[in-house]
């Protein structure tokens, strides 16, 4: 394998793992590192969804005891059950609608002006949820993921919805919907991670089954690179959010989508960075 090829798998894989749980879209943060890389291509877009399970195998790693306790519960524990049975639930809406969708997305929304634009429409949100949050009388409905109920599972599964349009971000829109919907942020935060195991997992092996075709063995070494940087830059990522979340907001990612999509906005108009061409 190409030396430089194996680098941008390697920086791809890191864009990943650092973006796929921060309220940043890992998806807009791909498609724009790979139009500056010269890493694009259906080939690539497949690449790109399969790293993912390399950041959801971090998560796994870092909840191991309390998806342990579930899998050891699962059909005696009434609290093990409902768990289950409310990720399932938040993950079915996601799952219907991207299997509807699919194609007309890949086609219309992979570039990176319409990812511009999802960033600062995303930022707009977020500060408006933690406006909500800031208020004096406010007091979230539920503090722990172990006291959510199925509609609040499915609110939080129609919120992800949302984030089939790259740059909308899954963990932001997960997390955010949910704190709309009365959790706390630490809760939301929970339940998105759980949420994304799942989600990423069904989309990373529906991606690679559907272009199995397009795909041999000379792909994997570049797949297997991109998978180890996402899963290594994912765990470094987790463990730092949830230190954060603990006693900070999300506003800062709100300022930050805010920049990042100006930035793409003003010089793709000015014409510095040709970012149609180059996706």
């Known amino acids: 394998m190409d030396f430089v090829i194996a680098v941008k798998a390697a920086l791809m894989g890191i864009v990943e793992g650092l973006t796929e749980f921060l309220p940043i879209s890992s998806t807009g943060h791909l498609i724009l590192a790979g139009s500056l890389l010269d890493f694009t291509g259906e080939k690539v877009q497949t690449f790109e969804i399969a790293i993912q399970t390399g950041a959801i195998l971090a998560v796994i790693w870092v909840y191991r005891a309390r998806l342990l306790a579930v899998l050891a519960g699962i059909g005696r524990d009434p609290k093990a059950n409902r768990f ?4 399932l639930v938040a993950f079915l809406p996601a799952a219907i609608v991207g299997l509807a969708f699919n194609k007309a997305i890949k086609a219309h929304l992979f570039k990176p002006i319409p990812v511009a634009i999802a960033f600062i429409v995303g930022a707009l949100i977020i500060l408006w949820a933690e406006r909500l949050q800031r208020r004096a009388q406010y007091r979230p409905r539920i503090e722990d993921v172990d006291q959510m109920g199925m509609l609040d599972a499915l609110k939080v599964g129609i919120a992800q919805c949302a984030s089939l349009i790259p740059g909308t971000s899954r963990s932001g829109a997960t997390i955010i919907g949910a704190m709309f919907f009365g959790m706390s942020r630490q809760a939301a ?17 529906y991606s690679v089954y559907k272009e199995r075709g397009a795909l041999s063995a000379a792909d994997l070494p570049l797949f297997a690179i991109g998978f180890v940087f996402s899963f290594i830059s994912a ?3 987790v463990r730092w959010l949830l230190r954060y979340i603990s006693s900070h907001d999300f506003r800062p990612f709100a300022w930050y989508r805010i920049v990042f999509g100006l930035v793409i906005l003003v010089t793709a108009y000015t014409g510095l960075v040709s970012w149609e061409t180059a996706s």
């Open 189 to 205: 935060t929970d339940f998105s991670f759980f949420l994304a195991i799942p989600t990423l997992i069904a989309a990373g092996a």
């Open 84 to 87: 289950v049975l409310n990720v």
């Open 235 to 237: 765990m470094v990522c």
